[in-house]
């Protein structure tokens, strides 16, 4: 302290590394190095593996099973099939959202390569044996794999354990194969509107079922620990505290007696959310063996039986003036949420937060009906970059605008930018019930459309097609609804859905947070600590950040809906500034002042109009620990639990350029430029990078994903020989760009983007492709856009000659 | 089951081994060597996760078995910086340009891109994406990976012209 002359601002600044600075990933030291730390990497003394026999059928009765050969290979120590699961009432799961599951098919198999016996061994291999040995006994019956065909009149019931209950957790059933309505908006209204409407548009919106498939499929270690009665659980979970209560609710075992550790996650993608009988199985197996066991799913298992993502059937509607003012939506969606409803999302919301629909625009009336079903297909349906279905709503709606503007024969972004909310409506209330925290729609459309020199585009488009080429432009400009979120809205299991930081400052003035969520791959390590940097003038360097072990991290709920910077972001913020008012006590008592006369100075603090009085953070943790002011606690860490007051809406615009060849239907993008508005930017770095990730799996979805079933209820293409995974010679050069709307109510302004580019990117990319058929008054094509569909759509139109 | 012994080099070190004729090779470096740079993707050799460089060449772990690597030289991610720590040049650039993100993909990756710029020390962008399209990542949209293998590539021929 004293008079020796500090660094500059701007040095300090630099030094400090906080918000804003485009910081190197601390993480990155292991991964380049193989010195990560995945959960396969964990290996435990006595370690054993388990892995299971899965159904050959979409739907069929088991009549028996035989393990007695399978237990006689050598290495194959036990065989846990539903009988064994029951006594302790474990061959069901509760789901989080309200219905149950079976952990091993109980009676009746539901859908194909559903979980039927866990063969637990010394090594995978001799599982692998085991599970060839072991004999079970089907009587395959009828399999369902199309909800509408579910919903019919005299359909087989598929879930007789459920039938002749009114409800299955999310409000009353209509068919024993229902499983839910939701109703939202206001009915009366939207009718009257489109009763009124002189224009009226109609389109059905088939969003296809996908899979998020990161690279590292699901896995876990269970080790109980049989002296101490400590069940340790490794595994992939997005959520880690989450799992340790539905463990503690499904198993019996106190909350205090689980301990789960989330490793190293390679890619979760809303995969790693939910509960899956692997986990169940894994820790029943170590509580009766007293040994760890591991169970990794393979990638057949991985698309075949966990988390899928969509499978909409939607239909909407778009009422409006001949001018191009939209005055209503409808929608209905009948949703395939296959043969349990267990997706992993806010248990309140069996739709999640699909009622976003009305998208960017100021719509006065809509209406919203979403009918859930089961069907012989693998459960989920949340999942893969898509903040609770908004991924849906905003494709239906940006479809659905491109639809209205071929009608009115507007141009898409002129009928967009029309019916746009204006800057001055924000806070805005939509027709389905959210508040929009900020936004400015216009600027950043304005600057998307000049960036790729839009009115260009249009006019070489024109040309084109005069010679009789297709070339698309698609535009879509999303508005999401992340951060979940305000626990009057949301909530898990009845866990409202706040987030943790816990920080503690060490004496020498170094840090060390720990957070809730968990990084599956976003940087946490990085940016979290940037945003504590420049809350508490501690450089980033200096802090080190912990997540995803329940015994030392504060609860949160995880890392999932573009949540992380939302929630446990403005938690950090908030306990930095608990540590800073700390400090300035500390240093107000030290420098003799009042603490109003102390300022802020990026690292420490300063008297007002004497800059050259003033105490470093550094100096002042070493304080906290030996000379704190008369009264005051020793010691400098700060806890902060954020229950956010609202959800952000991050948006952008983004607009892509194709050309298709109509000779062979091959789509290839030519330009992608990608605005993207999260609000403050902590790591454009990251931010970029999470955009490049985002887009390349909104490629994959638009271009070439599906998981198709066939009528027997086979799943097809469950190999990376067939489901289509983006090489970096299909995936264009992704252009990105930004504007900065801070959201008004989050501590720091940020908003989030980890799912913006999926959401926006789908839409944009669809658009293209069917804008290249408008001319030829195609409205709607159903995704995937490969070449051999686009070749259908030409050879229907005669064009492929 | 019988076990086979196999000999091989493995980062350098020599290796004596006993294992199934049946054990992968992944599995044998991931579980018999204690190595936690190669990892499992996919099973059928299409994501590249398990990518290692086996005499020479890029080879996928996941489907070749341990016994084929007999008598071979084989180098992990782990066996690519420098005796004295110095990280490989290939490694420094994924970390500057933030080539990964959950990292599962970054081993596999790095180890078939070590490999390419030995097949062609200077390719183009367009080289750079076809030399590495036996290798999945779900996160970076390949970006920042094709800006790290060509940054790379421009320190590795300096690196050799201000030796030379």
Not at chain 1, 4 to 27: D, F, N, Y
Not at chain 1, 413 to 421: D, G, S, V, Y
Not at chain 2, 50 to 59: A, E, F, I, P, Y
């Amino acid at each position: 302290m004293g008079n020796q002359a500090i660094p500059s601002t701007e040095e300090r600044k630099e030094k400090l590394c906080g918000m804003g600075h485009s910081r190197r990933r601390v993480e990155d030291a292991r991964f380049i190095q193989g010195k990560g730390n995945y959960v396969d990497d964990v290996k435990l003394p006595g370690q054993v593996f388990g892995d299971f026999v899965r159904s050959p059928h979409a739907h069929a009765r088991i009549k028996s099973i035989n393990a007695e050969a399978a237990k006689k290979i050598p290495g194959v120590i036990a065989v846990l099939t539903a009988n064994d699961l029951r006594p302790l009432g474990l061959h069901w799961m509760p789901t989080l959202a309200g219905d149950t599951q079976a952990v091993l098919a109980d009676e009746k198999v539901h859908f194909q390569n559903q979980e039927v016996a866990f063969v637990i061994a010394e090594d995978r291999y001799a599982a692998a044996d085991g599970i060839q040995a072991v004999e079970v006994d089907y009587e395959p019956l009828d399999p369902i794999t199309d909800p509408k065909q579910a919903m019919a009149k005299d359909s087989p019931v598929l879930r007789e354990d459920a039938q002749g209950k009114d409800s299955v957790g999310q409000g009353p059933r209509k068919h024993p194969n229902h499983i839910f309505s939701w109703d939202v908006g206001d009915a009366q209204a939207t009718e009257d509107a489109f009763r009124a409407a002189k224009v009226k548009v109609k389109e059905e919106i088939f969003y296809q079922r996908v899979h998020p498939c990161p690279l590292e499929t699901c896995g876990c270690v269970a080790s109980m620990d049989k002296v101490r009665g400590e069940l340790t659980l490794y595994g992939t979970f997005q959520a880690p505290h989450v799992v340790r209560t539905v463990v503690s609710l499904i198993s019996g075992l106190p909350e205090n007696k689980i301990r789960v550790i989330a490793p190293d996650i390679g890619g979760g993608f809303g995969g790693k959310v939910g509960a899956y009988p692997g986990y169940v199985c894994a820790v029943v197996g170590s509580i009766v063996l007293g040994r760890p066991v591991k169970w990794i799913e393979s990638r057949l298992d991985n698309l075949s039986t966990t988390a899928f993502a969509r499978d909409y059937h939607m239909t909407g509607e778009l009422a409006a003036t001949p001018d191009g003012r939209i005055t209503g939506l409808k929608v209905h969606v009948l949703a395939d949420h296959g043969a349990f409803n267990a997706h992993a999302q806010p248990t309140k919301w069996p739709a999640g937060l699909f009622s976003i629909v009305t998208g960017s625009y100021d719509i006065p009336a809509a209406h919203c009906v979403v009918d859930g079903v089961y069907t012989n297909k693998a459960p989920g349906g949340v999942a893969y970059r898509c903040s609770f279905r908004v991924t849906e709503a905003s494709y239906l709606i940006e479809r659905m605008i491109d639809v209205l503007a071929a009608k009115l024969k507007m141009d898409p972004a002129e009928l967009r930018i029309k019916n746009f909310i204006r800057p001055e409506q924000f806070p805005y209330n939509s027709a389905l019930g959210w508040e929009y925290d900020s936004g400015d729609y216009h600027t950043a459309m304005k600057k998307a459309m000049q960036a790729v020199d839009y009115a260009g585009l249009r006019r070489e488009q024109a040309e084109k097609r005069k010679r009789g080429e297709l070339m698309g432009i698609g535009i879509a400009f999303f508005t999401e609804i992340v951060g979940a979120g305000p626990s009057r809205n949301c909530d898990i299991l009845g866990i409202g859905m706040f987030d943790s930081c816990e920080i503690r400052v060490h004496p020498t003035g170094s840090a060390i947070a720990r957070f809730g969520t968990k990084s599956q791959g976003q940087g946490h390590e990085t940016t979290y600590a940037q945003i504590l940097a420049s809350e508490t003038g501690i450089p980033a360097d200096s802090i080190s950040i912990e997540e995803g072990d329940t015994n030392t991290a504060p609860y949160g709920l995880g890392t999932y809906g573009s949540r992380s910077t939302p929630v446990a972001g403005a938690a950090a913020a908030r306990a930095g500034r608990k540590i800073r008012h700390k400090a300035q006590m500390i240093a107000a008592y030290m420098l003799e002042v009042h603490d109003d006369d102390l300022e802020f100075d990026v690292d420490g603090f300063r008297v007002k109009g004497l800059p050259e009085k003033r105490l470093s953070m550094k100096e002042l943790a070493w304080a906290a620990y030996h000379q704190v002011p008369p009264g005051m606690e020793p010691g400098l860490e700060a806890v902060d639990y954020y229950d956010p007051p609202n959800f952000t809406y991050p948006f952008g615009a983004y607009i892509c350029v194709v050309d298709i060849d109509r000779h062979t239907g091959e789509a290839k993008i030519r330009r992608f430029y990608a605005l993207d508005d999260c609000g403050t930017r902590i790591n454009p770095m990251i931010i970029e990078g999470q955009v490049h990730g985002g887009l390349t799996e909104a490629l994959a979805i638009a271009m070439g994903q599906e998981i198709v079933y066939d009528e027997n209820g086979n799943v097809q293409g469950v190999t990376f020989m067939d489901y289509f995974l983006p090489t970096a010679v299909e995936t264009p050069k992704w252009e990105t760009d930004f504007t900065v709307t801070p959201s008004p109510h989050h501590p720091i302004g940020a908003k989030g983007v980890g799912e913006s580019p999926n959401v926006g990117g789908v839409s944009a990319i669809s658009n293209a492709v069917i804008d290249a058929f408008t001319h030829h008054g195609v409205t709607h094509m159903p995704m995937p856009h490969t070449a051999w569909r686009v070749w259908q759509q030409c050879h229907a139109l005669g064009i492929d000659r | 089951m019988a076990k086979t012994q196999i000999k091989l080099k493995v980062n350098g070190k020599d290796v004596e081994a006993l294992v199934e004729p049946r054990m992968l090779l992944i599995h044998f470096l991931r579980e018999q060597m204690n190595l936690t740079g190669p990892h499992i993707g996919c099973e059928t050799t299409h994501c590249g996760a398990c990518t290692v460089d086996l005499d020479g060449k890029s080879v996928k772990s996941c489907t070749i078995f341990a016994v084929q690597a007999d008598g071979s030289e084989l180098l992990t991610v782990e066996g690519l910086a420098a005796a004295d720590g110095t990280l490989h040049p290939l490694q420094q650039a994924f970390m500057q340009e933030h080539g990964l993100q959950c990292g599962f993909c970054t081993p596999g990756m790095i180890t078939r891109a070590y490999r390419l710029l030995q097949e062609n020390p200077n390719p183009s962008e367009e080289e750079i994406r076809w030399g590495l399209s036996g290798n999945l990542c779900r996160c970076t949209g390949y970006q920042n990976i094709v800006k790290a293998v060509r940054s790379a590539a421009t320190a590795i021929s300096q690196g050799r012209e201000a030796a030379e």
